[in-house]
């Protein structure tokens, strides 16, 4: 075939809205129908790995291009290849090659009806995780459910009529009695067998993934899983192909869901102090303000904080040391503040009004969000002042710990800055 061109629905995509859509689904009977409703065309030239089976089709939408993928057929067996596995490297592949700026993974999925599931309605996740990695050993545990948020789109929530449920993976049609264990421990309302790989890849990458399932069977229903699936496949495919033009429609309209939203801080009122006493400075040997004075790579002055009970909880408070606070542009007022960290953003407050200067609300969404441990550290690089009407901070997460050179380092220059990687 011969490569897309540009239809009548094509116009210059608006500054700012998104201009590269990846697509990922698992099933070649999903994917058709908005490979026709799209006017997508299959790639002539494979950007894959000779040998994987992965199909791609291509083209433009109102001056949005469109990647859609879907992993292709077992060569031995003929079956759409399925599972966590093959979505995880088809979605890697493609990332590395399109670089999208957005990626919707598209798919049919199980409901259950305890959570107000019926056939044929359309979720858009707002977590996923799985279901079937038991690892019970700490920390483990947590790295093989490896919950994660998805990227937030409140306006698709608002424009549309679509649910919003937590989405729950794992490799089996059925479910064992492990299975549905783990699926309530997660909160889930459906479970599909691709999401929190697609996640994983997207999330290593700073990529941002939205989810949208379309039930086609009910998991705890009183019909068998795959007779149902399938009786309901081809009508619940139809019920997706509407969600996702509708989420492409949105994609077009850079009024309605931008790829990479601005986080804008909001000063939150800051709790009064309490008797918790903020956690100690680094061993560095001296009272010296070597933290501020010794660059990182990119030069700019930061702090550390080695993660305690106090940082998590009960009230989830990161002290800024005395040591720092006079490189904030205000140190006695109250401020807004962003963290960054992973390609993602949390609003939060500087509270330097207070007795003990600290950082509060939208802290503990921060180390919710990532997992925070006693134990792990933080580095808050100080990377603006004032751009935003508020404070910038980059946020490196080191597990287990600061590294030998943080701890002890004393009198590094510029031709000699610390380097962190996460």
Same mark, same amino acid.
């Given at each position: ?241 509407? &969600?996702? !033009? ?8 850079? /009024?309605? *869901?931008? +790829? @990479?939203?601005?986080?804008? $801080? #909001? ?24 933290? &501020?004075? !010794? ?8 702090? /550390?904080? *080695?993660? +305690? @009970?106090?940082?998590?909880? $009960? #009230? ?41 200067? @600290? ?64």
């Amino acid at each position: 075939m011969a490569p897309p061109s540009d239809s009548d629905d094509s116009a210059p995509i608006p500054a700012g809205a998104i201009s590269k859509l990846l697509i990922v689904i698992a099933m070649q009977t999903e994917a058709l129908p908005l490979v026709n409703k799209f006017h997508l065309v299959e790639a002539e030239e494979s950007i894959f790995p000779k040998g994987a089976p992965w199909i791609r089709y291509h083209g433009n939408y109102k001056g949005l291009h469109v990647d859609l993928v879907w992993p292709g057929k077992d060569p031995v067996l003929g079956v759409d290849c399925v599972g966590t596995v093959s979505a995880a490297l088809v979605t890697y592949a493609s990332i590395q090659s399109l670089k999208p700026d957005l990626i919707i993974n598209a798919g049919t999925a199980g409901g259950f009806k305890a959570k107000g599931a019926d056939i044929g309605d359309v979720y858009l996740a707002s977590d996923v995780a799985f279901h079937d990695r038991r690892i019970p050993i700490p920390v483990f545990d947590m790295y093989g459910i490896g919950t994660r948020k998805t990227f937030a789109t409140p306006n698709i929530l608002k424009e549309l009529n679509l649910k919003v449920g937590k989405l729950s993976t794992g490799d089996s049609l059925d479910m064992s009695p492990h299975d549905e264990s783990a699926i309530l421990n997660n909160d889930a309302t459906v479970k599909d067998m691709e999401g929190a790989a697609v996640a994983y890849v997207a999330d290593m990458f700073s990529t941002p993934a939205i989810f949208v399932k379309a039930v086609t069977d009910i998991v705890d229903g009183e019909k068998p899983t795959a007779e149902e699936f399938l009786q309901n496949l081809v009508a619940v495919t139809a019920a997706l192909d509407k &969600a996702v !033009t509708e989420v492409m429609e949105l994609d077009t309209d850079p /009024t309605k *869901l931008k +790829a @990479k939203p601005i986080i804008k $801080p #909001k000063v939150e009122p800051c709790d009064d102090d309490d008797e918790l006493p903020p956690p100690p400075p680094p061993a560095s040997g001296s009272g010296e303000d070597w933290e &501020a004075t !010794t660059p990182l790579a990119a030069g700019n002055p930061f702090f /550390t904080a *080695l993660i +305690a @009970k106090s940082h998590l909880h $009960p #009230k989830f408070q990161m002290w800024i040391p005395p040591r720092f606070q006079h490189r904030l542009a205000e140190p006695e007022a109250r401020t807004a503040a962003v963290l960054h960290s992973g390609g993602k953003s949390w609003a939060t407050s500087y509270c330097g009004h207070l007795k003990m200067k @600290k950082l509060d609300a939208g802290w503990s969404e921060f180390a919710v969000d990532n997992r925070l441990l006693v134990g792990d550290a933080c580095v808050f690089e100080l990377v603006a002042m004032g751009a935003t009407g508020g404070l910038e901070f980059q946020v490196q997460i080191l597990r287990g710990g600061l590294p030998a050179e943080v701890v002890t380092s004393k009198g590094l220059t510029s031709d000699q800055p610390i380097l962190i990687v996460d």
